[in-house]
């Protein structure tokens, strides 16, 4: 195996320490080389390429398309305030956008910048407002948590080491648009991005505490994940998969509800 030469070596280390951030509410240190600058512009297009993809079907009115908005509503205007009162506000400028899409798929997801979509096809899954909440949460817990810019910045790291630090760091906007575009598979008709293990249990705290902000009751979330574990027969063993077994994922819930349950002051 080859060894990366020294100079690029010390340049990945300084890369590494100090392009880092912190995740709001968990603390958590994560590697950042790109800031929401440079990614938000390119979710925001790549997410307009989305919803104008003739495959996409928008659904614009109707009850269910009024949920999706107003709990998200609801989520944004409680995560706005809890990220201004702790000192992250001049960090995030989030242009909040929520769209249901028609599709059997049983999926939703919240690009960089707060641009979320959830598929019609788990709406039978969350039956509730809270349930919907939970998966609303959860999604743009990944987003919150920067969870897509830390990916981009794996692979700069990983370019950085390959000589590749020009076309990493120069022309980041270039470069991120079209990441975006991999890892969102922007341009079909649905969109989605695994994220590893750590990253899901980091968006379901987030997202548990985001929903009692919002008002809705964080143990709801136990119900929902069932009704999601029942979906999910056959699934792969938890090894084998970047996301926790539906077992380990609701044990995990059930222990953040007590912290959850500090946010939340009810309807």
């Known amino acids: 195996m080859k060894r990366i030469k020294p100079l690029m070596a010390l340049a990945v280390i300084a890369m590494a320490a100090y392009a880092c951030s912190t995740v709001p509410l968990t603390g958590r240190s994560q590697l950042s080389l790109v800031s929401d600058d440079q990614i938000n512009p390119a979710a925001a297009q790549s997410y307009r ?7 996409t079907k928008v659904v614009n009115t109707g009850t269910d398309a009024q949920r999706v908005k ?9 995560i706005d305030s809890y990220l201004k009162n702790n000192g992250y506000g001049s960090q995030y400028n989030y242009q909040w956008e929520f769209n249901l899409i028609q599709s059997k798929e049983v999926n939703a997801w919240c690009m960089p910048g707060g641009k979320v979509a959830v598929y019609s096809g788990i ?3 969350t039956q509730t407002d809270a349930g919907l909440a939970t998966v609303m949460g959860h999604e743009i817990g990944h987003a919150i948590a920067h969870h897509s810019a ?4 794996q692979q700069m790291a990983v370019q950085a080491g390959g000589a590749a630090v020009g076309a990493a760091t120069g022309n980041k906007s270039q470069t991120t ?10 341009g079909g008709q649905l969109a ?3 994220y590893s293990r750590d990253k899901e249990n980091e968006a379901d705290r987030l997202g548990l505490t985001f929903m009692a902000m919002a008002g809705y009751d964080p143990r709801q979330a ?3 994940w069932q009704r999601m574990a029942a979906q999910n027969q056959g699934a792969p063993p938890e090894f084998l998969s970047t996301h926790p077994s539906d077992a380990t994922r609701i044990a995990n819930i059930q222990r953040l509800i007590p912290e959850a349950m500090k946010y939340y002051k009810g309807k």
């Open 49 to 55: 390429t989305l919803l104008s993809d003739p495959s």
């Open 70 to 78: 107003r709990i998200g509503n609801q989520l944004a205007v409680a």
């Open 123 to 125: 709406l039978p899954v």
């Open 150 to 153: 830390e990916a981009l910045s």
């Open 177 to 186: 648009q079209a990441l975006i575009g991999t890892l969102y598979g922007v």
């Open 192 to 194: 989605t991005l695994k």
């Open 222 to 224: 136990v119900s929902f």
